[in-house]
């Protein structure tokens, strides 16, 4: 079965400055995919970065970045330069390849400041 | 390329009462997940089909939800009866494969009251 954990507390971050967002994954499958999305307060869901487990490089996508330690069984990810507009829920997600079941965490609260 | 599309957006309904929901993934995407959000939480999985086939059920509560795909495309949850603590936004995703991302209708929020 799969385990998503994220257990930070809301967290509030200065503009233009750099976040990271803690995300460990416990799972027995070889081949999966981790994924994280954010979800502003009017409630969709927006795909922001994917990281193949067999992937060697970290995944990159603009401000976002993906830090995937397989060994420990993190993928945290890193905002950068951080705008007003990154203020909402993120959520770390994981794939198993072979039943394509997507399970989520609980969601770290980001609030952006001026 | 249209998006997934659910509906209603909203439902206010009475404990005890049924309501169902409707999703149309995007077309030619297999896979089909129904979430059931509650606020504040993370979206947990209810129910994935693989084209009109059932993959994953084992977090619905079968005494009173049911799902279905109708010929691989369109799905219904349904709630029967409902319960206060069925309150939540249910959400429904489609995925066309196992290392592409997951794309989410806007949901549909359920008050049981």
């Known amino acids: 079965a799969q385990k998503i954990t994220q257990t930070q507390p809301g967290m509030f971050v200065q503009e233009k400055e750099a976040v990271t967002l803690d995300c460990t994954y416990d799972t027995s499958d070889q081949s999966y995919g981790l994924f994280w999305y954010k979800q502003p307060s009017s409630g969709e869901m927006i795909f922001l970065i994917y990281?193949?487990?067999?992937?060697?490089q970290n995944a990159t996508e603009g401000r976002y970045s993906l830090n995937f330690q397989k060994a420990r069984k993190s993928a945290n990810l890193v905002i950068s330069a951080s705008q007003l507009g990154d203020s909402a829920m993120y959520f770390c997600a994981m794939r198993s390849y072979g039943n394509n079941r997507l399970a989520f965490g609980k969601g770290n609260q980001v609030v952006v400041i001026p | 390329e249209a998006g997934v599309a659910q509906s209603p957006r909203y439902k206010i309904i009475e404990k005890r009462q049924s309501v169902a929901f409707w999703c149309n993934p995007i077309?030619?995407?297999?896979?089909l997940y129904w979430y059931q959000q509650i606020l504040g939480q993370g979206p947990k999985l209810l129910i994935q089909f693989q084209n009109n086939g059932v993959v994953d059920d084992s977090q619905l509560p079968k005494d009173r939800f049911s799902a279905e795909r109708l010929k691989g495309v369109d799905s219904t949850l349904k709630i029967q009866p409902a319960k206060l603590e069925d309150s939540a936004v249910y959400l429904c995703a489609s995925s066309s494969g196992r290392n592409t991302e997951a794309f989410f209708g806007q949901g549909t929020r359920l008050t049981v009251v």
């Open positions: 077309s030619g995407h297999a896979t």
């Open positions: 990281q193949g487990s067999y992937d060697e």
